[in-house]
């Protein structure tokens, strides 16, 4: 915890609290509108709710607060960035671990509050946790990946002290709670709008936030527009800059780099990888173009096929993709590469890292040839409809390659609803493509989700005992404990040389602002409009 | 309508020889139903011979050439692979003419077909296939074909399949209403008094007579048609890459409009335009040739 | 007037059976698309508990008959369900929805009708002539292109290359704010409540869509009004008239066009109910929120409920605008009245 950023927030507190400050006319403040536009719709103003898209949880993001959140580092060019290795204050004030090693007690800023002026009390806490975990849904298994599992855990000991019990000490817990899943909602406003059928408020809260968080929902038109009108009295940090922030819905991906290059908005958020290449450099507009950690985009051959059982054939396709060629068509140069490593075993535990492939056909024809597959075979190659946009052109060259080494493949592209249902749950695609990215920052936690067998993202069938033992024995452990890096060293080079998933790149988060500033990265890669500058 | 038809005879070889002296007439009368007819001929020549005519492979990329503007090695450009465009937007064609033929075709076989039935025999089949067609006409048709496509899956026959059932309507109101006219007539009593079947009767000597209204709604369709697997390619609905389908470069195009690479959606949006606008002209000037009081 | 009432309640009833089938036939198609929606919407990190909590939420853990039958109940009561993808009643959000399709439609129609009336016309009246051919293919140019294609093209030109045209953001602009609700128009809400500035933002916002939904219709109604024209040009009434030595011009523009508008409205009814499902597309270009970019991203989520409440809504719609068609003609024409 960095105790100049939590002195600093303090301070706002406080200076945001006193009675004169609060008085004043919002026109006298710094006004200013940001206009941002997305392509994706928000569905809900609920991140707990069942459905809930992932769009929707900027919401909790601006309108909520958590007891902890992590810090903000500025990157070369000057932008900023979240910082991992940093948890701070959000509506928590200090925690300290129990000398057991059992618990974590959290100590509440004394001043806390909603935005409709009441308190922030260990019983709003306690009482989202157990709605974070109850309800179901992927609330429920992102609080499970810290650990969190049943409301048992969450004990208020007074008015602003919440005490977590832990089932394991878990180097996951503590970022777990800076996710956005953790919220704290008004628990008061809430069971007053509870029905003995929605004992948690899940309709009030999904059209009504009831948060403590640095932005308000001014009006919500679902698919068109939200707007946002900043909590002059945040207590959580300091009051954000810019009054009034309008996200609007613009699904054509033409359109909105319209709008952005004749000035007609002044965010455009989650821009193609082309329009992100172009625009660098333009006067007057700034192109963050960040790699988002932890994760990677992959070609999956899938285990239970006959022909990819072997690692050989595995290897052959590794060899046969185009990388340069796939990262210049789909992703515009935007990312980091993740092939060409120079070594088959990883000198650090940096996650993602290059994996040691490069193109080279007769090395994969070769391969094949020794797998007995030298006449090659035919498969379908799967994409997802929604994410056409750079799995399409790199299927295409793959397709192209994998037909040089005898690989004849036809493109199956798969609408969304069926995607997540063929790819992740009934596993059931022999090659396709892949896109995981883990939000905490570990590569045992890429790991868990993506190369234990029977895990949601592990759609290759990959099963490996040695995998599975290192996995669940470095997934909770500190990350200083000397025995983590040989572990994780040891788990990328088998993935390296098994190859169940073939690297291609780690991709971008791709976000345009201009006439403005104080856009920070986030690993949740949703808008955070808190540090907006105008 | 249907009733400001006269109960015509049925074609014999002298009329159809009058029907070819006529269309001779038309098409030299009107310039525009001439541009039609050489535009649609172009279009056929250039279906059958394509792959004859591409100086590259329409399938090769090459990732050192893409977004190439329009020059002398690559007509119209290239596109974000590095595929040649001039390539891709000629072998289309045939994809494209085969879709619409294909959809048209069926639709109006099986609504030929149901609209017959209905109209000879009346009763129960008439009842079922009105309400067959009607529940498919209250439904917003591009919407049906978006549902069908997508619950079956986006092949080209599925597409095929989808685009004939939202045209089938048309034709099974115009059989029926044809038919219906003619089947207490003097000719089809003289047949059935002769000792033809009813079977004959309707495929022989009814079902000729319904063609020519018939006629100018295909032509109409295949243009229509077209532009409905358009439509479904730019919501992702259409034909599986990397084929090259005319709708599915123009939406794919569309995206690159604004970076200026406007080529990639100018070319095969400008085929599709001649296409279904030879198409649309064809009808017109099938009307006049066939039902020349139409034109008055 | 019994026997017209008596023939509006036939028409009504004769529409009930093509609206059953409307019901069954989207159920059918909804369960057909491929996916399973519990599996999307239990979102990225699902277990499979939670994924079967969602279908039970969901009742999709039922049998397809008993599905059916539970859907049959609400909507006979009158609700449409939950849109999964937006989170909404589908009943508010199609009402909320319907106002913003009809006002781009109508626009788009009033637009075309300005256009392709007079053409029709004047193609009729100098038949044969170069002008008949240029209007011709005037229209049917178009009517040939994929209306996608024609939307981003005037984005480009206007908006983005000229500038002319406001941002492309659907209904207003930020700087206004929508009106208070009576019609659902914004343009004529805003004129109710006197507020002429909203009301030209909102019909700035409206000029691009609605020119190219209206280059897509230019065709038929041109076509229809050309050929009533001619008909009604030809027709005896015409021919005592210039016997009686009245003028070229009060013939054609009074006593012809009048009689050849029913044919007109006939097809402008028809033009009507395809345009508002052709628009779909539109909508999608121009971030309009109407009813057809919902139903698009409904499908491709197989949002089942959001599918079925728009396939309804659409089919009601049609049967009454038919049935509207109908009595009105009715009205006009004394002779379909017996009409079987």
């Not at chain 1, 000057?78 to 928590?92: F, M, N, R, T």
């Not at chain 3, 009432?5 to 198609?29: C, D, E, H, N």
């Amino acid at each position: 915890m960095e105790r100049r950023d939590f002195l600093k927030s303090t301070l706002a507190v406080s200076a945001a609290t006193l009675p004169f400050l609060r008085s004043l006319p919002a026109s006298a403040a710094p006004s200013g509108t940001i206009v941002v536009a997305m392509g994706q719709t928000i569905n809900s103003l609920d991140l707990h709710r069942k459905g809930t898209n992932r769009p929707s949880y900027q919401v909790a993001v601006n309108v909520y607060d958590r007891l902890v959140s992590f810090g903000t580092k500025t990157t070369e060019d000057g932008g900023l960035y979240y910082d991992y290795s940093v948890i701070k204050p959000e509506v928590a004030e200090s925690w300290d671990v129990t000398p057991d090693g059992k618990a974590i007690i959290f100590k509440l800023k004394p001043h806390g509050l909603f935005h409709d002026g009441s308190p922030i009390t260990a019983h709003d806490v306690k009482w989202s946790f157990d709605r974070a975990v109850t309800l179901g849904g992927f609330p429920a298994v992102q609080m499970k990946a810290g650990s969190l599992e049943s409301p048992d855990q969450f004990e208020v000991v007074d008015d602003l002290t919440f005490k977590v019990n832990l089932i394991r000490p878990s180097k996951l817990t503590l970022p777990d709670l800076a996710v956005p899943v953790p919220m704290i909602i008004n628990s008061k406003v809430a069971k007053s709008k509870a029905t003995t059928d929605d004992p948690w408020a899940t309709e009030y809260l999904h059209t009504t936030p009831a948060g403590s968080g640095a932005y308000k929902v001014e009006r919500w038109d679902p698919g068109q527009q939200l707007v946002y009108s900043a909590n002059e009295n945040w207590t959580s940090g300091p009051p954000p800059a810019v009054k009034r922030v309008i996200v609007r819905e613009v699904p054509s991906p033409a359109t909105r780099r319209a709008l952005f290059e004749r000035g007609d908005i002044q965010v455009n958020f989650d821009m193609p990888n082309k329009d992100s290449k172009e625009l660098s450099g333009v006067e007057g507009l700034r192109i963050d173009s960040s790699a988002i950690e932890n994760s990677i985009y992959c070609l999956n051959p899938n285990l239970a096929f006959e022909p990819f059982k072997d690692k050989r054939v595995r290897q052959a396709i590794a060899m046969a993709v185009p990388y340069e060629d796939v990262f210049q068509a789909a992703a515009y140069g935007r990312g980091i590469p993740m092939w060409g490593g120079s070594s088959a075993t990883p000198s650090d535990i940096a996650w993602p890292q290059p994996f040691p492939y490069s193109t080279d056909l007769d090395k994969a024809r070769a391969l094949l040839a020794e797998a007995g597959y030298a006449d090659g075979f035919d498969v379908p190659l799967s994409i997802a409809l929604d994410q056409s946009d750079w799995m399409e052109p790199t299927a295409l060259l793959i397709q192209e390659n994998l037909n040089k080494i005898g690989i004849r493949t036809t493109i199956e592209k798969i609408p969304g609803a069926n995607w997540r249902t063929a790819s992740l749950v009934e596993k059931r695609l022999p090659l396709h493509l892949e896109t995981f990215g883990g939000w905490l920052n570990y590569p045992c936690y890429y790991f868990f989700w993506a190369y234990q067998d029977g895990h949601l993202f592990n759609s290759s069938n990959y099963r490996n005992e040695e995998i599975e033992t290192l996995t669940n024995e470095t997934l909770h452990m500190e990350v200083d404990h000397p025995d983590y890096a040989p572990k994780i060293k040891r788990m990328i080079e088998i993935v390296w040389d098994e190859v169940p998933r073939i690297a291609l790149f780690q991709p971008a988060l791709n976000v345009g602002t201009r006439d403005m500033g104080g856009y920070e990265y986030w690993f949740h890669r949703q808008l955070d409009a808190r540090k907006f500058k105008a | 309508m249907a009733d400001r038809q006269s109960v015509a005879p049925p074609i014999a070889p002298a009329r159809t020889r009058r029907l070819l002296g006529h269309a001779v007439y038309v098409i030299g009368d009107n310039p525009i139903t001439a541009i039609a007819f050489a535009l649609f001929a172009l279009i056929i020549g250039v279906a059958v011979f394509g792959p004859l005519l591409i100086p590259f492979d329409p399938l090769e990329t090459n990732a050192s050439r893409a977004l190439m503007p329009p020059s002398l090695d690559n007509w119209f450009g290239t596109d974000n692979l590095g595929r040649d465009l001039f390539s891709r937007v000629i072998i289309a064609t045939r994809l494209d003419l085969m879709i619409s033929v294909a959809a048209v075709a069926l639709a109006f076989v099986v609504g030929a077909a149901m609209g017959s039935a209905a109209g000879y025999w009346g009763g129960w089949i008439d009842i079922v296939t009105g309400r067959l067609i009607d529940t498919i006409m209250a439904f917003p048709l591009f919407v049906l074909a978006m549902g069908i496509v997508a619950a079956l899956g986006n092949t080209v026959e599925n597409i095929i399949y989808a685009t004939a059932i939202i045209n089938l309507p048309f034709y099974a109101r115009v059989a029926r209403a044809e038919v219906r006219i003619r089947r207490d007539s003097g000719f089809v009593q003289a047949a059935r008094l002769s000792g033809n079947s009813d079977l004959r009767i309707l495929a022989l000597h009814i079902f000729p007579n319904t063609l020519p209204p018939m006629m100018v709604q295909i032509s109409l369709n295949m243009g229509w048609a077209i532009l409905n697997a358009a439509g479904l390619s730019f919501i992702g609905l259409g034909v599986r890459p990397p084929t090259p389908e005319w709708g599915i470069m123009v939406a794919e195009g569309a995206n690159f409009v604004v970076s200026g690479e406007w080529w990639l959606a100018f070319f095969p949006g400008l085929a599709l335009m001649i296409t279904v606008f030879a198409f649309n002209l064809l009808g017109d000037g099938l009307r006049d040739i066939v039902d020349p009081r139409q034109r008055t | 007037m019994g026997q017209r009432t008596r023939l509006v309640l036939s028409r009504m009833l004769q529409a009930l059976p093509a609206l059953a089938g409307v019901v069954i036939v989207s159920f059918a198609l909804t369960r057909m698309l491929p996916g399973d929606p519990a599996v999307y919407f239990a979102g990225p990190a699902a277990t499979e508990q939670s994924i079967a909590q969602i279908r039970v939420a969901m009742g999709l853990d039922l049998s397809l008959p008993m599905q059916f039958l539970h859907y049959a109940r609400d909507l006979l009561m009158g609700d449409l369900g939950n849109s999964l993808s937006t989170g909404q009643p589908v009943l508010e959000e199609l009402a909320r929805r319907l106002p913003a399709s009809l006002e781009l439609t109508l626009t788009a129609l009033l637009l075309s009708c300005a256009i392709a009336l007079p053409l029709g016309v004047t193609a009729a009246v100098h038949q044969g002539s170069w002008i008949d051919h240029a209007c011709r293919a005037l229209v049917t140019a178009g009517v040939s292109l994929p209306t996608f294609f024609t939307g981003i093209a005037l984005i480009y030109v206007f908006y983005y290359l000229l500038g002319w045209a406001p941002a492309p953001l659907g209904r207003l602009d930020f700087v206004y704010l929508s009106p208070p609700d009576v019609t659902g128009f914004y343009v004529v809400d805003a004129l109710m409540a006197g507020d002429f500035e909203t009301a030209g933002g909102a019909m700035r916002q409206l000029i691009l869509p609605a020119s190219t939904l209206a280059l897509f219709t230019l065709a038929p109604i041109a076509r229809m009004a050309r050929a009533a024209m001619l008909e009604a040009l030809s027709s005896d009434y015409i021919r005592t008239a210039k016997a009686a030595g009245l003028s070229q011009r009060k013939i054609v523009y009074f006593y012809a066009f009048q009689n050849a508008m029913l044919p007109v409205i006939t097809t402008l009814g028809m033009v009507f109910s395809f345009t508002l499902g052709a628009n779909v597309l539109v909508e999608k270009v121009f971030s309009w929120p109407g009813i057809g970019s919902y139903a698009v991203e409904a499908l491709v989520v197989s949002d089942y409920a959001a599918v079925q409440g728009f396939v309804l809504a659409m089919a009601i719609l049609f049967v009454a605008l038919n049935l509207v068609i109908d009595i009105v003609y009715t009205l006009v024409d004394p002779r379909t009245r017996s009409t079987t």
